[in-house]
């Protein structure tokens, strides 16, 4: 090309590039100048989030008094306020005060806004990277579309204990899948860059170690090693980082004796300085001040100075910032510059938003009649639903259902449910709106072939239901139960000492399954269950999850065939409660067990009254179609630090029909410095083949998947043998293969 063509280009780019740098440079120019014009209380005050539920309509003590910080300039953010009406007229208060600083709306747009989508447990059962990306820029379209600036999600926790109630809203138990799914949703939520009118910014949370709480116990504490911290659950919170995510929240719990909201080693040393993290951090829900009931505050003067010194910026609901950081600067106990550090975060991510331009971005009530009536978020509800379901048995191939089926009795306390299959934190959802199984039977089959009886409660003792449901059993061909949680029985709050289904429940299953005719259990539930019986004897079951606005439909799309079940389980499936906490990358002991899914030998690291195996294993999901794995290459069985290996397999559908798979690449390190477990998820691909095809997938091996955090917390991969596993499953591998990373 010739030198005056190219010319022009190269100026093209450099001119992007000073323009990239001076609007930066110019808000950075922008919130000094502001701060420079802030009195220390205005600048507390931008630290202070109050939620405001109570904000508007008639006139409380608590609204006057809220009402009144807002005009004074000493609040910086409100939560729970909803509503293009309702922000723009606390807005306006807002711009009342001296400096006329736009305030930010938080909330806990967790799994959707007025369209529910599946719970975040759920859609990780899809291992479906962009359709979950998209879940969350629905619910962020949405929400901005409702004056909306902020949600705080997505909660990027490890949970490896079924126990703690809000497993229901994270990714699962794995933290390279946790970690592409953090990502996923950061992107969806927030997209590229801050500023779109139809994005919010997102809060990755709870930082961190949220997940292992003791006993599985809510706001309990947290003890680990930091090469459990590091290996395990921090990836997630790292990968939020690096995709842009704009906030952080940290957690109620403690972490190794001290609370999250005070820790200095996770919110600064961590999160601000390894990890160059920009934004700002929140606290949750009066953390700071619940450091005096944990016993490592004094008073609320003391918890501000130490969650104001290790990082925490925004203060949550506990007002401890509002009443004790103007007098800690004026004594001489904490620098201004402390508190202009966390003012700065908070202002800077104002003017990334938009909201010194137009305080009223967010707010145009035409935008949120249109956004909030679109249909093709009830389209998308419907397909993620699907994905997100789980088939974990189907004897005989009892599914799909033909739908000339005679007669089906549909049984169970979920059968007619619409709220229970939302789940926890449904934020301006229509009830009457959802689907229920029960609805979408009629639909599919007519009236005359179904027959519904609630038979049993969701725990009640009370057996009086059950001679109906025996009843309309007897005279059906086929029997659904629809058993599991309510939308109650999971999420924050919501910790369970036994996690086993219901006694009642399963009393009623045995029942029904005594007559001889084959029954479906479809099982909705906003965290891993225990069902023994119910495994062992029935003759297909779905595992739906709590899955939103178009659950009824999208479960019967999976009974019927009109989708091809595809999801796999993020997370292990226990058989007994004293397995727990449980999870697939366990490490051998030095007397490890043969079989884990036999009894105990003695003198092996195993139980004597169940075996080690799980139920269900993390990746586990059957399909209509048959997939066959073969012909594992690797281009190399030696490689340095330099290098990579291609890996490489053909996977065919041998089945009737078109169907997806997701394929798992597992790692095991042989032999390390540190005890490494037996095989950990470092790659996955979903692909769709129609029946009787091929296709040849390639995974790439390189230093990076094979790094570890060893002892002194280094990232590194030492030399030694490395097994390479293919399958379909963390405990149904097809494929095996060495190779050597040399020194």
Request: aromatic letters at 10%.
């Given at each position: 090309?010739?030198?005056?063509?190219?010319?022009?280009?190269?100026?093209?780019?450099?001119?992007?590039?000073?323009?990239?740098?001076?609007?930066?440079?110019?808000?950075?120019?922008?919130?000094?100048?502001?701060?420079?014009?802030?009195?220390?209380?205005?600048?507390?005050?931008?630290?202070?989030?109050?939620?405001?539920?109570?904000?508007?309509?008639?006139?409380?003590?608590?609204?006057?008094?809220?009402?009144?910080?807002?005009?004074?300039?000493?609040?910086?953010?409100?939560?729970?306020?909803?509503?293009?009406?309702?922000?723009?007229?606390?807005?306006?208060?807002?711009?009342?005060?001296?400096?006329?600083?736009?305030?930010?709306?938080?909330?806990?747009?967790?799994h959707g806004f007025k369209t529910v989508f599946p719970i975040p447990l759920a859609e990780?059962?899809?291992?479906?990277?962009?359709?979950?990306?998209?879940?969350?820029?629905?619910?962020?379209?949405?929400?901005?579309?409702?004056?909306?600036?902020?949600?705080?999600?997505?909660?990027?926790?490890?949970?490896?204990?079924?126990?703690?109630?809000?497993?229901?809203?994270?990714?699962?138990?794995?933290?390279?899948?946790?970690?592409?799914?953090?990502?996923?949703?950061?992107?969806?939520?927030?997209?590229?860059?801050?500023?779109?009118?139809?994005?919010?910014?997102?809060?990755?949370?709870?930082?961190?170690?949220?997940?292992?709480?003791?006993?599985?116990?809510?706001?309990?504490?947290?003890?680990?090693?930091?090469?459990?911290?590091?290996?395990?659950?921090?990836?997630?919170?790292?990968?939020?980082?690096?995709?842009?995510?704009?906030?952080?929240?940290?957690?109620?719990?403690?972490?190794?004796?001290?609370?999250?909201?005070?820790?200095?080693?996770?919110?600064?040393?961590?999160?601000?300085?390894?990890?160059?993290?920009?934004?700002?951090?929140?606290?949750?829900?009066?953390?700071?001040?619940?450091?005096?009931?944990?016993?490592?505050?004094?008073?609320?003067?003391?918890?501000?100075?130490?969650?104001?010194?290790?990082?925490?910026?925004?203060?949550?609901?506990?007002?401890?910032?509002?009443?004790?950081?103007?007098?800690?600067?004026?004594?001489?106990?904490?620098?201004?510059?402390?508190?202009?550090?966390?003012?700065?975060?908070?202002?800077?991510?104002?003017?990334?938003?938009?909201?010194?331009?137009?305080?009223?971005?967010?707010?145009?009530?035409?935008?949120?009649?249109?956004?909030?009536?679109?249909?093709?978020?009830?389209?998308?509800?419907?397909?993620?639903?699907?994905?997100?379901?789980?088939?974990?048995?189907?004897?005989?191939?009892?599914?799909?259902?033909?739908?000339?089926?005679?007669?089906?009795?549909?049984?169970?306390?979920?059968?007619?449910?619409?709220?229970?299959?939302?789940?926890?934190?449904?934020?301006?959802a229509d009830e009457s709106s959802v689907t229920s199984l029960y609805d979408v039977l009629?639909?599919?089959?007519?009236?005359?072939?179904?027959?519904?009886?609630?038979?049993?409660?969701?725990?009640?003792?009370?057996?009086?239901?059950?001679?109906?449901?025996?009843?309309?059993?007897?005279?059906?061909?086929?029997?659904?139960?629809?058993?599991?949680?309510?939308?109650?029985?999971?999420?924050?709050?919501?910790?369970?000492?036994?996690?086993?289904?219901?006694?009642?429940?399963?009393?009623?299953?045995?029942?029904?399954?005594?007559?001889?005719?084959?029954?479906?259990?479809?099982?909705?539930?906003?965290?891993?269950?225990?069902?023994?019986?119910?495994?062992?004897?029935?003759?297909?079951?779905?595992?739906?999850?709590?899955?939103?606005?178009?659950?009824?439909?999208?479960?019967?799309?999976?009974?019927?065939?009109d989708y091809n079940p595809s999801g796999k389980l993020p997370v292990t499936f226990p058989?007994?409660?004293?397995?727990?906490?449980?999870?697939?990358?366990?490490?051998?002991?030095?007397?490890?067990?043969?079989?884990?899914?036999?009894?105990?030998?003695?003198?092996?690291?195993?139980?004597?009254?169940?075996?080690?195996?799980?139920?269900?294993?993390?990746?586990?999901?059957?399909?209509?179609?048959?997939?066959?794995?073969?012909?594992?290459?690797?281009?190399?069985?030696?490689?340095?630090?330099?290098?990579?290996?291609?890996?490489?397999?053909?996977?065919?559908?041998?089945?009737?029909?078109?169907?997806?798979?997701?394929?798992?690449?597992?790692?095991?390190?042989?032999?390390?410095?540190?005890?490494?477990?037996?095989?950990?998820?470092?790659?996955?691909?979903?692909?769709?083949?129609?029946?009787?095809?091929?296709?040849?997938?390639?995974?790439?091996?390189?230093?990076?998947?094979?790094?570890?955090?060893?002892?002194?917390?280094?990232?590194?991969?030492?030399?030694?043998?490395?097994?390479?596993?293919?399958?379909?499953?963390?405990?149904?591998?097809?494929?095996?293969?060495?190779?050597?990373?040399?020194?």
């Amino acid at each position: 090309m010739k030198l005056y063509k190219i010319l022009p280009i190269i100026a093209f780019f450099i001119l992007q590039s000073l323009v990239a740098k001076s609007q930066k440079k110019s808000i950075d120019q922008r919130v000094d100048s502001l701060i420079h014009l802030m009195t220390l209380e205005e600048k507390v005050g931008q630290l202070n989030q109050y939620s405001g539920a109570q904000a508007t309509g008639p006139v409380t003590p608590r609204q006057s008094y809220m009402l009144n910080d807002i005009r004074s300039g000493r609040v910086g953010s409100m939560l729970n306020v909803k509503g293009v009406k309702d922000t723009r007229e606390i807005q306006a208060q807002a711009l009342k005060s001296r400096l006329k600083i736009p305030l930010l709306f938080g909330l806990d747009v967790i799994h959707g806004f007025k369209t529910v989508f599946p719970i975040p447990l759920a859609e990780a059962a899809s291992w479906d990277l962009e359709a979950i990306k998209m879940s969350a820029h629905i619910a962020a379209k949405e929400a901005a579309a409702a004056g909306i600036h902020w949600t705080f999600a997505p909660m990027v926790d490890i949970c490896r204990d079924p126990r703690w109630g809000r497993i229901m809203e994270g990714a699962g138990e794995d933290p390279y899948l946790a970690s592409m799914i953090a990502k996923a949703r950061v992107l969806g939520f927030q997209g590229e860059k801050l500023g779109k009118i139809d994005e919010v910014m997102a809060c990755a949370k709870h930082f961190a170690a949220y997940g292992a709480v003791t006993a599985g116990r809510d706001y309990n504490s947290v003890d680990m090693s930091k090469q459990q911290l590091w290996q395990i659950y921090l990836p997630p919170f790292k990968a939020a980082v690096e995709a842009g995510v704009a906030t952080f929240m940290n957690s109620f719990s403690t972490l190794n004796g001290i609370p999250a909201t005070g820790n200095c080693y996770l919110q600064r040393d961590i999160l601000k300085k390894q990890w160059d993290f920009s934004g700002f951090v929140v606290s949750d829900w009066g953390s700071i001040g619940q450091m005096i009931q944990w016993g490592y505050a004094k008073d609320k003067c003391d918890a501000a100075f130490k969650a104001i010194t290790a990082g925490c910026d925004m203060d949550m609901e506990s007002e401890s910032y509002k009443w004790n950081l103007v007098k800690l600067v004026k004594d001489g106990k904490i620098c201004e510059s402390l508190v202009d550090e966390a003012v700065r975060r908070i202002l800077y991510k104002k003017f990334e938003l938009g909201l010194f331009e137009d305080p009223y971005k967010f707010s145009n009530e035409e935008r949120e009649k249109e956004v909030l009536s679109d249909s093709s978020h009830r389209s998308f509800a419907r397909e993620i639903a699907q994905k997100s379901i789980v088939l974990l048995k189907n004897e005989n191939n009892i599914l799909p259902l033909k739908k000339l089926t005679s007669k089906i009795a549909l049984i169970g306390p979920l059968g007619k449910a619409r709220r229970d299959l939302l789940g926890e934190w449904v934020v301006k959802a229509d009830e009457s709106s959802v689907t229920s199984l029960y609805d979408v039977l009629l639909q599919k089959v007519g009236k005359d072939r179904v027959s519904y009886v609630k038979g049993c409660d969701f725990s009640s003792v009370s057996h009086k239901g059950f001679a109906e449901a025996l009843n309309i059993a007897k005279q059906s061909d086929i029997i659904i139960m629809t058993l599991g949680e309510n939308c109650s029985m999971s999420g924050e709050s919501r910790s369970m000492a036994n996690i086993n289904l219901p006694e009642v429940q399963e009393d009623l299953f045995e029942e029904i399954k005594a007559t001889g005719k084959p029954v479906i259990v479809v099982l909705m539930a906003g965290r891993p269950l225990i069902f023994n019986k119910i495994a062992d004897n029935a003759s297909g079951i779905i595992y739906a999850w709590q899955l939103g606005s178009e659950a009824g439909n999208a479960i019967a799309d999976v009974l019927y065939g009109d989708y091809n079940p595809s999801g796999k389980l993020p997370v292990t499936f226990p058989r007994s409660m004293g397995q727990i906490p449980l999870s697939y990358d366990y490490y051998n002991t030095g007397k490890p067990v043969k079989d884990p899914n036999q009894l105990s030998i003695r003198y092996t690291s195993a139980y004597i009254d169940v075996p080690n195996a799980p139920r269900y294993s993390f990746g586990f999901g059957l399909s209509y179609s048959n997939f066959n794995y073969s012909d594992l290459k690797l281009s190399a069985n030696k490689i340095n630090g330099k290098e990579k290996i291609d890996v490489s397999f053909k996977l065919s559908n041998t089945g009737k029909v078109s169907g997806e798979e997701i394929v798992q690449l597992y790692i095991q390190d042989v032999e390390a410095s540190i005890v490494r477990p037996v095989k950990a998820l470092k790659d996955f691909k979903k692909i769709k083949l129609d029946s009787e095809k091929s296709t040849i997938i390639h995974f790439t091996i390189d230093k990076e998947k094979l790094s570890f955090y060893n002892d002194s917390l280094q990232w590194t991969a030492e030399p030694g043998e490395f097994k390479v596993m293919i399958g379909a499953a963390s405990d149904n591998i097809l494929l095996n293969q060495s190779f050597e990373l040399l020194r």
